[in-house]
């Protein structure tokens, strides 16, 4: 009988064919190098860290999460736009900045207490009296971001009555740094800064 050949892949060069004796050819190898090596280069590719030329650029995504879903998973899309409907505002800081939790018809002991800092970008500011007279859902559109970046990264003042405590008493865990943020009919609750003579 004939020596039998095996080949894995159609090819117009087959680089992964064995002998009747189930040896590999030296091709196989150099075949299996050369795509593992492609794998591997893909990957880094797709893997590059920000750039200190832009070290928080928001990634083009947007993604829409509730409040405390941002606040749980913050470390996974730092960095994305997201869109979160349903944050009731829970203090007003100042008028750059407040403090939001998810929206529910639970009373405060049910709810989860996982709370997001919203921080007005710079060149706006909050458009409404402090604290407000009703509260109802509001829709925050910006940049996710942990509290240690937007803390850090001096993009915006940090908030003076934002303490250590503060931060603990009221759980918050996540930031965003808000460009826009709307009442549900669409009313939108911050202004550009004037600029003063």
Do not use: K
């Amino acid at each position: 009988m004939s020596d039998s050949f095996t080949t894995c892949v159609r090819a117009p060069v087959s680089c992964c064919t064995a002998g009747g004796d189930g040896v590999p050819i030296l091709r196989a190898r150099r075949c299996a190098v050369v795509a593992v090596l492609v794998v591997a280069v893909t990957a880094l590719v797709a893997a590059q860290p920000q750039t200190p030329s832009r070290p928080f650029s928001p990634r083009t995504a947007i993604v829409t999460i509730r409040p405390f879903a941002l606040a749980q998973a913050v470390s996974e899309i730092a960095g994305y736009s997201v869109h979160v409907p349903s944050a009731r505002i829970l203090w007003v800081v100042d008028t750059r900045a407040l403090v939001v939790e998810s929206d529910s018809p639970m009373r405060p002991t049910w709810r989860d207490r996982n709370r997001v800092l919203v921080v007005i970008e710079n060149g706006r500011s909050l458009a409404i009296p402090r604290p407000p007279v009703a509260t109802s859902p509001v829709t925050i559109i910006g940049v996710a971001r942990t509290v240690l970046s937007l803390q850090a990264g001096h993009d915006v003042p940090w908030p003076e009555p934002l303490t250590r405590d503060e931060m603990n008493r009221l759980d918050i865990r996540a930031a965003i740094l808000a460009s826009s943020i709307q009442t549900a009919d669409g009313v939108e609750l911050t202004s550009p800064v004037s600029l003063a003579p």
